[in-house]
């Protein structure tokens, strides 16, 4: 079992960055593939990124592709989302996820973070 806890989230510019961390319990995090999901209202929870368990595997939803880059330190225990360039359509919420499959589909994942929120204002 792992507890995640999301951070980094706050109100930024358009064509600004931020970095979202997600820090895990336990000392099995590395065994887990990890993701970044996003809901914004009214819309369903979208997939944002994916990593390997050795952070050698990555995969993107092409609305972020080269702007968005997703990293992991099994050491740390912690999982990144490094967002360049954002626009107002990156706003929702942030989630990571763990789970033991490497795929874009959320129902998938065993364990989620309560999520932080990124405003991206015009």
């Known amino acids: 079992q792992v507890q995640l806890v999301e951070s980094g989230g706050r109100l930024v510019q358009a064509g600004g960055s931020l970095r979202l961390s997600c820090a895990a319990s336990?000392?099995?995090?590395?065994?887990?593939?990890m993701g970044w999901f996003r809901q914004a209202p009214g819309k369903d929870r979208e997939f944002v990124a994916i990593i390997g368990r050795s952070g050698g595997t990555t995969s993107y939803n092409d609305s972020v592709k080269g702007r968005f880059t997703i990293s992991r330190d099994n050491a740390k225990n912690t999982l990144y989302l490094q967002m360049n360039n954002v626009k107002p359509e990156d706003t929702a919420v942030y989630y990571c996820?763990?789970?033991?499959?490497?795929?874009?589909?959320?129902?998938?994942?065993?364990?989620w973070g309560q999520g932080t929120q990124v405003t991206v204002s015009s």
């Open positions: 996820a763990a789970g033991g499959t490497y795929t874009r589909y959320y129902s998938s994942y065993d364990y």
């Open positions: 336990g000392r099995t995090f590395s065994t887990y593939v």
